[in-house]
């Protein structure tokens, strides 16, 4: 199709849609208002944008995030004011921590109405601030094409970021001169030599010495390389605590993850020796506790960073591999084709790592918002078919529907299973109704403890050694229980509720086989 | 129960609890995690302060919105890092474009712990400032206390304001020496002679005048005085678009809005001529749109103000009310009470209009988000017997389930009818969920129309005549149609939907003899 334009014709709103499209942003996750009804018409006459509905903002955000991580290029996310931010506000700052690009346009009020603080005026801009690298608010329909490009180029840096571009209805609806070119970005520099040297010094000399790798060093070549010098030097290999894409299953190196729980992740640190980070930072506790290290990494140990999350780490990597002449190595520690026995009786954490490990298909995307439950789903999947798993980087929980409709908008031939905690699927519960609004291939297995069930370790890790009836009553979801499978197909989503590790295997069949979403409740 | 301590054992959560409630605030709805977990084990260990649990910070904040709303004191919520007040900003712009005082507890990480920059962490205070009027961060366990009665202060200024304390870890779990003590806040000022001379002046030489009103105003004692104005002068009385909480109903002074619809504001505003305003300012078109002003008065039209939010109101108008000599006068406009008939057949606009005037009960809290359902519903309830009727001051759709449950924890004795678009129950739905668990007395007229309708106006007014299917498909949300008895369900909320008006009276005749959450799809 044509992009020809008679620009006597054209308004700010199509002009700014003109300039995504040819910028490469061709996917908007939309939940608009009225200041955004130029920028809905122009999506019409301009053809090239898909358009994604969600009913709550935080949706919106986090599949942006979730379309990112799988395809490494931005989608732009269409915002209502302030208060349409805000609510998006809590998956911006998940997609910020997880270093990925998102382009939002968030509508304004006419620039001359703005004075007159109509109900829904306020500061787009203080509100955008704290989960925004780069935010812009566009004066006139002459501007706005350029500063659609600017948004692109500010959200495409390596690593990713966050660009939120403030579009008032008049700079929507007044004449525009002509789309603005997207300058693409410049590839990442390469880490120095000294760089290289430092951190072959490190592993040719330390007794006890860790790859730590994170970010994008997280994809197959980098972790391949990563074993090649694991096999070369004794070194091991870890992961931070939460990994924005993780290429595993068998044929892949394997990696473990720094644990969550102060005391355990203090013990694999110990372990773990002296440090070489690649994309990755000195693993910190994920709160501060009384009497307990913030800091994790062992006093003792040393540590250099072989690269950044903004500079090329594959190709450090390679010149490490180089260095240590160990290129042509067979890479240690890659899993071996493994699926444990479905699981029968009763369903345990154990139990559902079993049945995920058993049956998750190849090619597939997991995305974790487990929270305690999932926290053995690691050891039985790692020899499962090549598969990504996604965690949440932020920590604000709510993430994992809209980063599960995310990736299946970005990969729609491959299935995305969602495992999901019952108090973090409340947040953006309205997710099930995009994914059956798209009939997204997300299965969603939902485990339904009745409780925010970390909080319960948690009131202890801060001291709180005997909670009383109503702390624990702030911490507890079952008076009333959510019925997921009527909240589900409420949304349109099929769904059921399995009580043992058999129905969980059946159900998680039917949901690998339909190609719809299917929301499994899992009674644990 | 005494609040007798050993300050040798309290910390800085305890010290607060115990001065947020000796200062008056003994309702805390809450959504806490990790860095909350000392205030939650507070709250446990002193008695006195009832703990509102939400699954997500917009039923939270908008629950403070509701209570303030009715009782005129702030309640207290408990928020999780910057992502958990992300979440709940929204319903902060609105509960603060209402007035009404809320104190916001928002943990953060402890205060060594910051510089680590861990998952949660981000610019809390940044995060705060939009929606805030008052926002600090203590800095240790001595302080809180003191910062907790200045966050009260603050909050219960006239007329109310948004207070954001933060509240770090250690600050949390620090040792306290002593509760605080909050010092109450002064009456509003009264207004100058001058202003009520020169209210008089315009009423008394004005050919065409209209008392504005807005606010705190807008209670029985206030409408009354205006009513006896109203009577000497033949003054009108008018509301601005969206009211805080209006006392209407049968007996009382009835007064209509400044309608939403540009077109008709203008002519309303026309007629209206010259303006006392009081608690009000000069109506304003909610959004712009080209070639309609903003502003909506008659530009030929005087105006002043008798007094402002900030300023004793009521007996302004008293002291108007001698100042024309009217004290003693029958108030003009005074409804007579009235029931229209119950209809029959089809569910339109006026059907349900029809009900709403036959059935509100004596003492009912009506919040309205009906949006575009909603225009018909004021003439036919203007005669029922007396009750309130709630707006949304901020227009962030989403505010009225919460409102409707902060409003049910403050009037435990009063009947809750929340009328709620579809579209815009979404935003908030976990909402029901808190409802059940309280067994909040509130009756939900859900509004199922499959669209965002008032956006479908919106697209005309501001001038995209021929809207695309693309932009038709981005304001529809019956693809899948949502099923609100399956989600009411869900949530433990009993619930029905209804196809006739005859059905219609039948589910809401049944919901106001239930005492505890009723949820009716109204299928229109």
New interface residues.
Partial sequence: MSNEINSDEMNGAESLVRTLIDGGVTVCF?N????E??F??A???VPGMR?V?G??E?VVTGAADGYYRMLGKPASTLLH????L??G??NL??AK?ADSAVVNIVGE??T??IK?????T??IE??A???SHWVKTSPTSKTIAGDGALAIEAATQTPGQIATLILP??TA?GPADEVAVTTAPSAPPKVSDDAVKAAADLLRTSDNATLLMGGAALRERSLNLAGRIAAKTGCGILTEG?NTRLERGAGRVQVNRVPYVVELALEVMKKAGDLVMVGA?EP?????Y?DKP??LVDPDAKSTLLAGTDEDMEAALEALAIELDCLDMEPAGVAAPHRPALPTGEITPAAIAAVLGAMVPEGAIVVDESVTTGREFFPTTAGAPPHDWIN?????I?YGLPVAVGAAIACPDRKVIALEGD?SC??T??SL?TM??ENLDVTVLLFANGTYN??RG??T????LN?????V???S?D?????????A????VEASRVTTAEELATAFDSGLHSEGPYLIEVAI
């Fill in positions: 939309t608009p208002g009225t200041s009804m130029h809905v018409a999506l019409d006459k358009c509905l009913l709550f935080g004011l302030a208060p349409g805000a609510n506000l809590a700052h998940n921590k009020h006419a001359y109405h007159y603080d109509a109900p829904l306020a500061d203080g509100t601030a704290s989960m209805a008049d609806w939460a930072r910190v506790a994920f709160f501060a009384p913030s800091l949440n980087r932020g920590g604000s709510g108090g409340m947040y519960v309205q109704w059956a609004r970390i909080l948690e009131l890790n801060v001291g709180v909670p009383g009836p109503r702390a009553d702030m911490l979801i008076r009333p229980n959510l019925d997921w499978v009527q909240m197909k409420g949304m349109g």
